[in-house]
């Protein structure tokens, strides 16, 4: 042989073998358990990923929900895998309870992804034209045996019967009821559970613009006798001077002896909630024509709902709107109408809102209230028939007695914070009135009033009316002293913060007499045009009358006249006077 064989290898040196690679059971920098952890650790980390993203806010599409779920059944199984190929030696025992162990772990985290799986697209909710929508979102059932398919067929005859003729000018209804299910069942639960209902509301409203949300909850007895619960929502926006209408509400049960199969007695239970809604669409409809300074057609629709019908009921929703609510308002609407005449044909009306407001129960909700309306009609006659607050043409009883009640209302704990503000800014008017007309020294209570008032925090849309008020009383309460540049700026802003055609007219004429008066006729001449192009369009919607705005023009001219300012001869900016 040319070279030696095996048989002649010397005998070898273990220390001189090469390294040989790690085997599974030797250990080394990959540990089979770090892996198996690793693995584990992304598969709780892909589970918690749902419950991460909802407590942000955050709604993960559905494809990213697959990806979590095959992310958790692959971590699982490469654990498992891991957990046994590289543990051999584990006892029988010891891996029966290791399977165990990651199965409920893996299960568990299944479970939180399809709890927590993106929640599904909101329904198409048809957005309603106006702010006079009615939202029918159906009846809920409470109790077992109720088919909802019979109850979303109700909601669906209802809506069409609202349809016909039952809502006001402008007003629309729609029924969402097959397409969304909102948490009524909390109207009759606990005040802890009202906030599901007001986040699904404030959602809901904001996506539909509905001025009204009407619902019910259904129940039935054990003789089978069903009653329905009318539930409705009214807008805040839609009863800024009513806020106590806002929100939410259960009426009384309509009841039904039949059950849901005789069209008798479904026509009923439709007919009486149409009524009832119809009653409520038309007051809130009133105060919207009121607040647009259509007074004379607020005050229709509110003796419509106030009048009996052939039958003896009222039409008003008395359920939702009660006679003392609609009487209060039809005051105000009858002040306003009066506000807007000359001021010889301003006194029945007034008497009128006096007799409405001393129709509410003295005892009622709103009795403090008629209080503060009444103090305020008895203020509006006591001016008489030249409302200038003149020596020796005010009725100086009546105004010491309006100022004495408007004085307790706006300390009184029991009235709202608005209507004690409310009662200040009332307040203030009739003693300026007083001090105008010499029957009291200024002692600081038209100050204190304004100041009080003008300060005020918050409050929404109510208190900002107030506020721009208090504002006016102040500028008239400078001229008074004698400030006239005060009087001038303080009234500016009260003008630049005044929407209403009428009263924004009325002010900036004001300031545009005291401009002549003291010498600024570049001013006073361009706030003359402005006032009564506010007037104009103020007499266009009928918030005033032709024979007042002739009044008021003819005012200004001879202001203009007698300050001889050139704006006088502007046919094109002042149409010219058509006489009383």
Known sequence: MDGPGPQDAPDENPADRPPRPPGP????????????????????????????LQLLGIHSSPVASGLVLFAVLVGGIVAVRKAFKERPAMSRRARRLSVAGLAVFLLACTALVVVFRPRPPPADLARLPGTQGVAVVGFAGVGPGHDQRVLDDVSEAFTATLLEGRLPEGGTARDYARITSPPLEVLAGTGRDRRKLDDWTAGFVDETNAGIVVGGLVSADAAGQIGLRPAVYVRAAQVLDAPELAGWYLSGPIRLDQDW???????????????????????????????????????????RLLAPAADGTRDDGSEFVTADLVRLFRGHALEQIAVGLPAAGRAPYFEAARADYRAIAPDGPIALRARLSLAGARYQLALGPKPGCLPGTVDAEALAAASAELRALAADDAFTETGRLRASVNLAQVELCRVTARLVRDDGTIERAVTRVRSAQGGGAAVEELRVLATSIAAVHAYGRGDLAGAVATMKEAVAKERGFARRGLWQALAAGWEFRGGDLAAGCADLREALGQLRDARAKGEITAQRYEEIEDALRQQATAAKAPCAGAPQDVPPSKGP
Not at 30 to 48: E, I, M, R, V, Y
Request: aromatic fraction near 4%.
């Open 25 to 52: 059971t030797d250990g080394g920098s990959n540990p089979p358990w770090g892996l198996a952890l690793l693995a584990l650790a992304t598969t709780l980390l892909s589970a918690l990923m749902g419950p991460l």
């Open 261 to 303: 199969n005789s069209d008798t007695g479904r026509r009923h239970v439709i007919a009486e909630l149409a009524r009832r809604t119809r009653g409520l669409a038309g007051f809130t409809h009133a105060l919207d024509l009121w607040r647009a300074g259509r007074v004379a057609d607020a005050r229709r629709e509110l003796d």
